[in-house]
């Protein structure tokens, strides 16, 4: 045998071992591919360039939510891959992710990983209430388009087909709680309007004018109906956006107490005024009585001294002594008379010429402690209002805020005094 066909003869088994075993290596490599990704759920193994295998899972995306999207609202949500992302993390730390920004410790109430679909109940609480605020505050109509996702907290959200360009619409306000709520508001508003125009409700006390024409607005209680309606029209707004019952802050109380305070101490100078009025009558009809005795008294010694047939000029002198007094006994009559007259017929109250002139004007004329007190209370109404409708929450006013409008209150209080003598 010849060198070169022995050496084919020892080399061929050899090349034939090295083909079988590099055959048996790739069939390996391939199972062992299929149990990886049967144990991802099906994902797909990629070889990176450098010859080592790293497992890609299909990313998760948002692609369908049902149910309103709405605060105190179920949200059903359909995310693709659910199941396989699941596999490698925790989908109780999911959260919704509303215009990019994670609405925090608002987690699932209930996972289906296999289906795909995560249900959050959309809530408010101490850690978003901030970024409700920025959501929801000042709005322009009941929804407003939102882009939608969800993710972990502190990552940032899946892919969602509700991105900028398709954006979902977030109902601000519950249109059917909306109407109601507006009915309501309005109702009583119409209700309101219509008792301050033909009613007393929120004019000066005291007789009507003499001249049929309708008695003046009050200030006190014109301001107590102001903050009356800011608070109970924005308590109503503050429910239906955010479904909150505990809004009224206690500076806002403090607020409420001045303006009823203000009314309270108008009632009760009005009141202190009639009572001392009740009691001078009482005191001038127990005199006009006793005037009344005595000149009765007089008339009868008068008659007894007539009825004598031969009268002494003593007898005459004092006859006419009873006369003279009898005559200033009835003139003191009168003159109790008409001052009884005059504490009966209480003052008619002033007549209107106008709400705006009603309430910063007296008698005399405007006056500048009527006008500070409306000033201030147009001032804190437009305050009040801002941040109800950016913030979503009533206002706290400073203590110092607060003192102004009690020093305001009772400056014009103070200058009541000397209206009721008038």
């Known amino acids: 045998m010849s060198n070169r066909a022995w050496n084919y003869f020892v080399l061929a088994p050899v090349l034939a071992l090295m083909i079988l075993c590099e055959a048996s290596a790739e069939a390996g490599a391939q199972v062992s591919d299929a149990q990886a990704a049967a144990a991802y759920g099906g994902a797909t193994i990629n070889p990176d360039p450098a010859g080592s295998a790293a497992v890609s899972i299909s990313a998760p995306k948002v692609s369908g939510v049902e149910g309103e999207l709405q605060l105190d609202a179920i949200a059903e949500v359909t995310i693709d891959n659910l199941r396989e992302w699941s596999a490698a993390h925790d989908p109780t730390k999911l959260v919704p992710f509303i215009d990019g920004r994670a609405i925090r410790g608002n987690y699932p109430e209930e996972i289906h990983p296999r289906e795909g679909r995560v249900y959050f109940h959309l809530k408010i609480t101490s850690g978003n209430r901030e970024l409700w605020t920025d959501l929801l505050g000042a709005p322009e109509s009941i929804r407003r388009p939102v882009r939608f996702s969800v993710g972990l907290e502190d990552h940032s959200p899946f892919d969602t087909v509700y991105d900028k360009s398709n954006p979902i619409q977030m109902t601000v ?49 014109t301001q107590m109906a102001f903050w009356f309606f800011l608070v109970y029209v924005s308590y109503l707004v503050i429910w239906l956006i955010t479904d909150m019952l505990d809004t009224i802050t206690p500076s806002l109380l403090g607020l409420m107490g001045i303006s009823a305070g203000t009314a309270l101490s108008e009632a009760l100078i009005d009141s202190s005024k009639e009572a001392a009025r009740s009691e001078q009558r009482r005191d001038m009809l127990a005199r006009r009585q006793t005037m009344e005795q005595a000149v009765a008294d007089l008339q009868s010694q008068c008659a007894d001294a007539e009825s004598t047939a031969a009268m002494s000029s003593d007898d005459t002198a004092g006859r006419d002594s009873i006369d003279k007094q009898i005559q ?45 007190i409306f000033a201030w209370t147009i001032v804190l109404g437009i305050m009040f209002l801002s941040s109800v409708y950016n913030s979503l929450a009533m206002p706290e006013f400073s203590a110092t805020l607060l003192g102004l409008m009690g020093l305001s209150s009772g400056t014009y209080i103070g200058f009541k005094f000397p209206e009721q003598q008038e």
Request: hydrophobic residues 40%.
């Open 173 to 221: 306000i519950s249109p059917e709680w909306g109407v109601v709520a507006t009915v309501v508001a309005l109702v009583t508003l119409v209700l309101f309007v219509r008792l301050a125009r033909k009613t007393n409700i929120v004019r000066d006390p005291g007789p009507n004018p003499a001249d049929g024409r309708a008695k003046a607005y009050n200030l006190g209680r």
């Open 328 to 372: 200033q006994g009835k003139a003191q009559l009168d003159q109790a008379d008409r001052c009884l007259s005059s504490l009966e017929s209480t003052k008619p109250a002033r007549a209107t010429r106008g709400f705006l002139r009603d309430v910063m004007a007296d008698r005399h004329g405007y006056s500048f402690h009527r006008f500070q």
